[in-house]
T-cell receptor, first 115, second 110 residues
Framework: EPEVTQTPSHQVTQMGQEVILRCVPISNHLYFYWYRQILGQKVEFLVSFYNNEISEKSEIFDDQFSVERPDGSNFTLKIRSTKLEDSAMYFC?????????????FGPGTRLTVL | KQEVTQIPAALSVPEGENLVLNCSFTDSAIYNLQWFRQDPGKGLTSLLLIQSSQREQTSGRLNASLDKSSGRSTLYIAASQPGDSATYLCAGLYRNKLVFGAGTILRVKS
C-alpha cells in the first residue's frame, strides 16, 4: 500500500542552524502539508501546498520557514535559523484532489531536537 | 477560532468492553472529520473519515458518527482489545487544514 515517507527520522541540531526535513508524498497525490506536534501538545497545522504554491499557512509558519517541491517526488520543509522552541515532531501529509475528499495520509514524522 | 475538544482525556477499560470517545468542534463549516490513531512516538494512522454530508462510517469494530448541527462526533469501539491501546485523535478539515483535538489516551487492560 502506498505510504508517505519522511527522512530523517530524528534530527539533532544546534540553535541557529538551518535544517531541511524531507518528505516523499504518495505518488498520485497533489496536496501536501506539514504539521508539527510539540511534546505533550496538540498536532498543529503549519502549511498546505498545491500546484507549486502555498495555499494556506498558519501563524506559526513565519519567515523562518519555507517549503519547496524541488522535483517530482520530494517535498521539503526548511527552517532557516532554528530556535529551541522548534523542537517537535514534524509530520508531512498528502491527499488527492479527486477520490475521497481530502483524506490526509501522514508520514511517520521527523523528530527535531534543537540544542 | 476553530477549536476541537476531546473528552475524556484518558480512559482505562478492561478488555472486551465497548467504549465511546467524544469529539466536539466549534466551527460547523467542516468539510470532513477524520479519526486517527497515534502510538507513542509514532505517526498518525487514519482510521475513519466522515464527509460532512454523511452521518456515520464503519470499519471493522470501529464506528464513527458525525452531527454537524451540534458540532459533535463520536468514535465507538466494540469489544476492545489490548492492541487498541493508543491515543485517538479527531480532526476537522477546514478548507486546506486539519484542526486537531488533544486526543484521548486509551488503555485496554487484559
Amino acid at each position: 500500500e502506498p505510504e508517505v515517507t519522511q527522512t530523517p527520522s530524528h534530527q539533532v541540531t544546534q540553535m541557529g542552524q538551518e535544517v531541511i526535513l524531507r518528505c516523499v508524498p504518495i505518488s498520485n497525490h497533489l496536496y501536501f502539508y506539514w504539521y508539527r506536534q510539540i511534546l505533550g501538545q496538540k498536532v498543529e497545522f503549519l502549511v498546505s501546498f498545491y500546484n507549486n504554491e502555498i495555499s494556506e499557512k498558519s501563524e506559526i509558519f513565519d519567515d523562518q520557514f519555507s517549503v519547496e517541491r524541488p522535483d517530482g517526488s520530494n517535498f521539503t520543509l526548511k527552517i532557516r535559523s532554528t530556535k529551541l522552541e522548534d523542537s517537535a515532531m514534524y509530520f508531512c501529509a498528502s491527499s488527492e484532489v479527486q477520490g475521497l475528499p481530502h483524506e490526509q495520509f501522514f508520514g511517520p514524522g521527523t523528530r527535531l531536537t534543537v540544542l | 477560532k476553530q477549536e476541537v475538544t476531546q473528552i475524556p482525556a484518558a480512559l482505562s477499560v478492561p478488555e472486551g468492553e465497548n467504549l465511546v470517545l467524544n469529539c466536539s468542534f466549534t466551527d460547523s463549516a467542516i468539510y470532513n472529520l477524520q479519526w486517527f490513531r497515534q502510538d507513542p512516538g509514532k505517526g498518525l494512522t487514519s482510521l475513519l473519515l466522515i464527509q460532512s454530508s454523511q452521518r456515520e462510517q464503519t470499519s471493522g469494530r470501529l464506528n464513527a458518527s458525525l452531527d454537524k448541527s451540534s458540532g459533535r462526533s463520536t468514535l465507538y469501539i466494540a469489544a476492545s482489545q489490548p492492541g487498541d491501546s493508543a491515543t485517538y485523535l479527531c480532526a476537522g478539515l477546514y478548507r486546506n487544514k486539519l484542526v486537531f483535538g488533544a486526543g484521548t489516551i486509551l488503555r485496554v487492560k487484559s
